[in-house]
């Protein structure tokens, strides 16, 4: 932990360098989204609901999933533009050092700029709790904070997956987008107003629903049946950090050097 911030201090140092740039850029990053959760508004303005979900539950969905999003887009940055170390040959140089390549790549790269999306989806979180009636307890509470973790932990491990590819395809591909851009903009809104094989897709495959469905059905006294395992979803998605990273432990066994 101590590389790792290091890692952090010495690439945020080298950001505010062009301090008019971050602030620019952290403004376009707090209105880019903003704009999404304008649209989302001025729907529910033309109906009052969504399969049953109000626009201050949808709000609450958005916001944590964009949170989550902001936060993994940031520290995970290393992994989403892994091919530039695959393509200049700096790969190399990580594996011959006395640390993790996980760890080393992780610090590699921190886009700082995304504090204005962050900044945005709390905003839009306090919006949607300031409207809505949730009889709150510490369980309620921990299950909030962790559907957020759960997040960064499967986005994550999507652009892990990601990197891992470039080990054979040297770019990467714009696939892997629509798990994490594309994964974004549909977990905006509960899983439960998709087809069946999209809310499966997205629980058991990829699962988003462990963020913004299942533990959201739990916070809002949705979920029917054994509520603690509404609760406990968002522990189970972190679950799939842990085959992406042997996925890439895969990967970097069959890693071939450039050879310059």
Same mark, same amino acid.
């Given at each position: 932990?101590?590389?790792?911030?290091?890692?952090?201090?010495?690439?945020?140092?080298?950001?505010?360098?062009?301090?008019? #740039? @971050?602030?620019? +850029?952290? /403004?376009?990053?707090? &209105?880019?989204?903003? =704009? %999404?959760?304008?649209?989302?508004?001025?729907?529910?303005?033309?109906?009052?609901?969504?399969?049953?979900?109000?626009?201050?539950?949808?709000?609450?969905?958005?916001?944590?999933?964009?949170?989550?999003?902001?936060?993994?887009?940031?520290?995970?940055?290393?992994?989403? #533009? @892994?091919?530039? +170390?695959? /393509?200049?040959?700096? &790969?190399?140089?990580? =594996? %011959?050092?006395?640390?993790?390549?996980?760890?080393?790549?992780?610090?590699?790269?921190?886009?700082?700029?995304?504090?204005?999306?962050?900044?945005?989806?709390?905003?839009?979180?306090?919006?949607?709790?300031?409207?809505?009636?949730?009889?709150?307890?510490?369980?309620?509470?921990?299950?909030?904070?962790?559907?957020?973790?759960?997040?960064?932990?499967?986005?994550?491990?999507?652009?892990?997956?990601?990197?891992?590819?470039?080990?054979?395809?040297?770019?990467?591909?714009?696939?892997?987008?629509?798990?994490?851009?594309?994964?974004?903009?549909?977990?905006?809104?509960?899983?439960?107003?998709?087809?069946?094989?999209?809310?499966?897709?997205?629980?058991?495959?990829?699962?988003?629903?462990?963020?913004?469905?299942?533990?959201?059905?739990?916070?809002?006294?949705?979920?029917?049946?054994?509520?603690?395992?509404?609760?406990?979803?968002?522990?189970?998605?972190?679950?799939?950090?842990?085959?992406?990273?042997?996925?890439?432990?895969?990967?970097?066994?069959?890693?071939?050097?450039?050879?310059?």
């Amino acid at each position: 932990m101590k590389l790792y911030l290091r890692y952090i201090s010495i690439l945020f140092k080298s950001q505010m360098e062009y301090r008019t #740039s @971050f602030i620019l +850029l952290s /403004i376009g990053q707090f &209105f880019v989204p903003f =704009l %999404v959760f304008v649209s989302i508004f001025l729907f529910f303005q033309r109906f009052p609901n969504i399969a049953g979900w109000s626009l201050y539950e949808v709000a609450l969905c958005y916001s944590v999933v964009h949170i989550a999003f902001s936060l993994s887009e940031c520290f995970a940055r290393g992994f989403d #533009s @892994f091919s530039s +170390l695959i /393509i200049n040959g700096d &790969f190399d140089r990580i =594996l %011959v050092r006395p640390r993790t390549a996980i760890l080393q790549v992780l610090g590699s790269k921190f886009e700082f700029t995304r504090i204005g999306r962050l900044a945005q989806s709390i905003i839009v979180l306090i919006f949607s709790l300031a409207n809505i009636n949730i009889a709150w307890d510490p369980y309620k509470a921990i299950t909030l904070m962790f559907m957020i973790i759960s997040g960064i932990f499967i986005f994550a491990g999507i652009y892990m997956l990601g990197a891992t590819l470039c080990f054979w395809t040297i770019e990467g591909i714009e696939v892997v987008n629509i798990f994490t851009d594309g994964g974004r903009e549909m977990t905006q809104y509960p899983l439960s107003i998709y087809k069946e094989w999209v809310r499966k897709f997205f629980t058991f495959v990829i699962p988003f629903g462990t963020v913004n469905y299942l533990p959201l059905m739990f916070v809002l006294d949705k979920a029917q049946g054994n509520k603690y395992i509404y609760m406990f979803a968002p522990l189970l998605g972190m679950l799939f950090i842990i085959p992406c990273i042997l996925i890439w432990t895969l990967g970097v066994k069959h890693y071939k050097s450039t050879g310059s």
